[in-house]
């Protein structure tokens, strides 16, 4: 317990650098499609975008849809594809729920060919397979499910609970699911096409331990299509030995596209079948991690190189303790460098997994066959001594570890967790950015850009906005983006919806509101925050992803008057005095902003936040209009800082240097009578910025207000302001104000 304790505080720091509060109702917008759902349909779960077509097409219970990518809920048509009668009536007496389970929930949809897409169901506990045709072109207008039914087995699960992660290549389906009714002989098949059927070993649980298959792509190792491989992203139970109780680990598993399987041993199942555990922890204080083990989602972001995709993978904790989910980011070279390395190896059941030390036979196993090199055409040449020791040796010792070590998000406080992911490259003023749309169990949407700090190694994630995307709190199933359409898609268990994947105008009118968002599809045009287009005149466009600095981009746009030129922070010194009141004046043009007080004693102080932990003594109010303190003490003299949050983001507004005389210093100065001697104090007061001959201080005698020789004060000031007109000052004080600074700071969470 007392390690979990001290997990959670190593939490409150990633946390503290990761929260920003920017919600959203997209309900209450008009941006937001909705698709409700038929009242005899649910799960809709299984996406297949086709941006061509301009279709989504949407597998859910008894029914297959095909919605318009422009407006989901103006355009769609559905067929009707329920589980026969008496299939449903089998269903029922095998003990199934005739509702919830007998029905035909559709878990495999893809393209098949050029006119026709392959369909999978659970068909009532009877896996059930089709062809629908989408025609080739869009004004086809064709969506027609062909009438003759497959076998599903091998393709889509009996229990409409599991899932199929699958994928058509070359005619050939490959999925991981599970093939049996009691929902326990779970696989990694390739089916169709020209070959016998293939598989993982069965009953082995060193090959798969009770799997959930997330997701499954095809990416080449080289230019050479022979070496191309399948990778699944799976979660399943760890291997025995391999830790202490039960856990779950991630993984992502590897094989040949051109596996077929082994000549005496292994045949007809796969012969380079090799899996490693995806790590995706946060460092504990104690030297303990916590981990984040049950991979929910997957996404490929891919790169220039087709070969190296960047993974974007979605955990959560198994722990009942507390709830919490993270991001990691994988590189493919990180991936490759596990899969070429030890083998796990363990001598018995007894024994704990170690890595493999001894001769590994050649080719290496998990190597693809080729002709190229090693002479070996087909899987069913290798060398017996090779398939028994793929047999024997389907997992990795060494882990893969996430790019730079540690998540790029982490939540842990929230009554959600993450549950989808889709990531959009957006081109900025400043460069690329990947945006990531992250689906929760409660039927939000957050969307969030990972801003490089100073490296690529120190990323910071900016929220830019938190949405609620279905009317009820459902979790989000399926998310697709389609680039061409600027729109997202979501699908739950109660519907579909579609919303855009930006939205400048919420984010205000005024230039330095549009940077501040730091949202890179979003620009200030020179009238109001609109979308960013690379290939606009740079002159008309502001944007600062990385700084969401709005002082380099926007101050030249800033009134006249407030343009004095430099663009560094003006220290304004006010003076007060001891046991009189004072108030420092702090009022943000913006109506969204929320004030925040900061005070630092000294240039080596921390910084305190006002109203927490200084001045405990006093009752200080912080209005909208400023801070006011109703007795000064001397130890109040320090510098104050007016920090305005909006969307997120502090920036220091106002800077205030105040001093606090003392009354016996005070009267020392009021009784001077002559003018040289007080000219003489004022290098004394004067702040250093200032030249000496500027006197700032005399006007600054204004604030001396409540002061208990408050006339003479008065009498005093009189005379002094008789040679330096009034207007003068109130101009200065006018440039104080509203003055935005590069002190830009991340809102602390209890603002
Ligand atoms: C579900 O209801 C729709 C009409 O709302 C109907 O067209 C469709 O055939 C029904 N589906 C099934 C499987 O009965
Ligand atoms: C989408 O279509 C619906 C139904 O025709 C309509 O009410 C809605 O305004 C449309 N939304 C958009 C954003 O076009
Ligand atoms: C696609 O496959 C379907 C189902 O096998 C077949 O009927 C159709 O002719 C094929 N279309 C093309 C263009 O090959
Ligand atoms: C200021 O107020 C405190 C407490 O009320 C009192 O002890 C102190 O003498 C006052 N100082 C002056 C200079 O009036």
Same mark, same amino acid.
């Given at each position: 317990f007392l390690s979990f304790l001290s997990i959670t505080v190593e939490f409150l720091f990633y946390i503290n650098h990761c929260d920003i509060f920017v919600l959203t109702e997209m309900l209450e917008s008009n941006n937001l499609v909705t698709f409700e759902g038929l009242s005899n349909s649910s799960s809709y779960h299984t996406f297949l975008m086709d941006e061509e077509k301009g279709r989504l097409v949407v597998g859910a219970k008894d029914h297959v849809f095909s919605f318009s990518l422009v407006n989901i809920s103006h355009d769609f048509t559905q067929i009707p594809w329920p589980a026969s009668p008496s299939r449903r009536d089998e269903c029922k007496w095998a003990g199934?729920?005739?509702?919830? !389970?007998?029905s035909n929930f559709i878990k495999v949809l893809q393209p098949f060919n050029q006119t026709h897409l392959y369909v999978c169901g659970t068909g009532a506990f009877h896996p059930v397979c089709s062809y629908l045709e989408v025609g080739k072109?869009? !004004?086809?207008?064709v969506f027609r499910l062909e009438p003759h039914v497959e076998n599903g087995r091998g393709k889509s699960p009996y229990d409409p609970r599991l899932l199929t992660a699958s994928m058509l290549i070359d005619g050939e389906l490959y999925a991981g699911t599970s093939a049996d009714f009691m929902g326990r002989d779970f696989a990694i098949f390739r089916t169709l096409g020209k070959h016998h059927p293939i598989r993982t070993e069965q009953h082995d649980s060193r090959w798969l331990n009770d799997p959930r298959f997330l997701g499954v792509h095809l990416i080449p190792e080289s230019d050479n299509p022979e070496d191309d491989k399948i990778y699944l992203f799976f979660r399943e139970s760890a291997m025995d030995g391999e830790h202490v109780g039960k856990a779950t680990h991630a993984r992502i598993g590897q094989l040949c596209k051109n596996d077929l399987g082994g000549h005496r041993s292994l045949v007809n199942k796969w012969t380079t079948f090799l899996k490693a555990r995806l790590i995706c922890s946060v460092p504990g204080s104690n030297g303990i991690d916590t981990h984040f083990d049950e991979l929910q989602d997957v996404f490929l972001m891919s790169t220039k190189d087709p070969k190296s995709p960047i993974v974007y993978a979605v955990f959560t904790t198994s722990s009942n303790i507390f709830k919490g989910s993270a991001v990691c980011m994988y590189s493919m070279t990180d991936v490759r460098r596990v899969f070429l390395g030890p083998y796990a190896h363990r001598d018995g059941p007894n024994y704990q997994w170690v890595p493999f030390q001894g001769r590994v036979p050649y080719p290496r196993p998990g190597t693809c066959p080729s002709k190229t090199f090693g002479g070996f055409d087909t899987t069913k040449d290798l060398p017996d001594e090779v398939v028994t020791f793929a047999r024997s040796h389907p997992a990795m010792f060494n882990p893969v570890y996430p790019i730079n070590n540690r998540p790029i998000i982490v939540k842990t406080d929230k009554d959600y967790q993450f549950t989808q992911i889709v990531v959009d490259k957006v081109e900025a003023e400043d460069g690329q950015y990947d945006v990531m749309f992250i689906g929760t169990d409660i039927g939000t949407i957050l969307k969030v850009v990972s801003v490089p700090r100073g490296s690529w190694h120190d990323l910071e994630e900016v929220l830019l906005e938190e949405m609620t995307v279905f009317r009820e709190p459902t979790a989000i199933t399926a998310m697709e983006l389609s680039t061409k359409q600027q729109q997202l898609y979501l699908g739950s268990n109660i519907g579909v919806s579609q919303m855009p994947l930006h939205r400048c105008e919420v984010y205000g009118k005024a230039c330095a509101e549009c940077c501040l968002a730091r949202d890179p599809y979003c620009a200030w045009d020179g009238a109001e925050c609109s979308r960013y287009f690379p290939m606009a005149k740079r002159r008309t466009r502001r944007q600062d992803i990385r700084n969401g600095d709005p002082l380099t981009q926007c101050s030249d746009l800033q009134h006249q008057d407030e343009l004095s030129g430099q663009a560094t922070l003006q220290d304004k010194t006010l003076y007060g005095v001891e046991n009189s009141s004072t108030f420092l004046e702090c009022s943000p043009k913006s109506q969204r902003a929320v004030t925040y007080w900061q005070f630092q004693r000294s240039a080596d102080d921390h910084k305190q936040e006002v109203g927490f932990v200084f001045l405990k003594h006093t009752l200080n109010q912080i209005t909208t209009q400023g801070l006011l303190i109703r007795t000064l003490a001397k130890k109040d003299s320090g510098v104050y800082l007016c920090q305005a949050v909006e969307h997120g983001f502090m920036q220091t507004v106002l800077k205030v240097t105040l001093e606090v005389i003392d009354t016996e210093r005070l009267d020392d100065l009021l009784h001077r009578d002559n003018e040289a001697a007080a000219a003489a104090n004022v290098q004394e007061f004067?702040?250093?910025? !200032?030249?000496?001959?500027?006197?700032?201080?005399y006007r600054d005698f204004l604030s001396l207000v409540n002061h208990p020789t408050l006339n003479s004060v008065d009498e005093f000031c009189e005379q002094i302001w008789k040679r330096e007109p009034k207007w003068k000052h109130l101009q200065e004080r006018q440039k104080g104000r509203n003055r935005r600074t590069h002190e830009l700071e991340r809102a602390p969470r209890s603002v």
């Open positions: 199934k729920d005739l509702s919830r !389970e007998c072109k869009p !004004e086809d207008n004067s702040s250093p910025r !200032e030249s000496p001959n500027q006197r700032l201080w």
